[in-house]
């Protein structure tokens, strides 16, 4: 049963362009969520988070939005450059001992110049 | 270089083997957790030490154990293997026993069994 859940597969945006990646995620228990990019051959990097206390959390060109209601996050690149072509992974935590990260499958992002 | 250290990169080896997946994790953190990323398949957690004692347990299979040492270094060990267990194996660590604001991860070990 996945808790975090990225159904598109892959994105492909023009450069300058906005890239828009969503995320949904059925336990309501989850109270922060993180965004991670991966590059080939290197393990995932922290990209931003929010915590479910916050709707919106910007940082430079990346913005997080959380719509609690709907168990719904979204992540936007503005603009998209081409070397944010990457896989980007959503994830999730609870505050609960003996839990930890739980992650979407992945959703690459390719930027064409 | 994220701090955190995997070796090896790269280990090839055959159904039914055991192999030893190794982690040492960034300067200061006292926890270190294991991931799979298998084709077509997230990150799943696995396993959860922090200051060598077992935290966390996740979708990790019995054939699978993990151990962290008073260098708190991390193995991750991998028996009777079969061709499912080809994946990308993940080590991360962060500083406190329950710390989900974000880990840092290692750039993981490509394990093929054939």
């Known amino acids: 049963d996945q808790q975090v859940k990225q159904n598109s597969p892959s994105l492909s945006v023009q450069e300058g362009r906005i890239s828009i990646l969503n995320c949904d995620y059925t336990?309501?228990?989850?109270?922060?969520f993180l965004w991670y990019k991966k590059y080939p051959a290197e393990g995932p990097t922290f990209l931003i988070s929010?915590?479910?206390?916050?709707d919106k959390n910007e940082d430079g060109r990346f913005t997080v939005f959380l719509n609690k209601s709907a168990k719904h996050l979204s992540l936007h690149i503005v603009p998209s450059q081409p070397g944010d072509s990457a896989v980007y992974f959503c994830?999730?935590?609870?505050?609960?001992?003996?839990?930890?990260?739980?992650f979407g499958k992945g959703t690459t992002l390719s930027v064409s110049s | 270089d994220s701090g955190v250290t995997q070796t090896p990169k790269h280990l090839i080896t055959a159904t039914g083997q055991r192999v030893t997946l190794r982690c040492s994790p960034r300067?200061?953190?006292?926890?270190v957790y294991w991931y799979q990323q298998s084709l077509d398949q997230g990150l799943q957690f696995l396993i959860q030490?922090?200051?060598?004692?077992?935290?966390a347990k996740g979708n990790i299979l019995e054939r699978f154990s993990a151990q962290q040492f008073p260098d708190l270094h991390s193995e991750l060990n991998l028996s009777s293997l079969e061709l499912g267990d080809s994946a990308l194996y993940f080590c991360?660590?962060?500083?406190?026993?329950?710390?989900?604001?974000?880990?840092?991860f290692g750039s993981g070990t490509r394990l093929t069994v054939v």
């Open positions: 991360a660590s962060s500083a406190e026993a329950q710390y989900n604001y974000g880990y840092t």
């Open positions: 336990n309501s228990m989850f109270d922060y």
């Open positions: 929010i915590s479910s206390i916050k």
């Open positions: 994830a999730a935590s609870a505050d609960q001992a003996g839990t930890a990260l739980i």
């Open positions: 300067s200061g953190d006292l926890s």
């Open positions: 030490y922090y200051n060598g004692e077992e935290r």
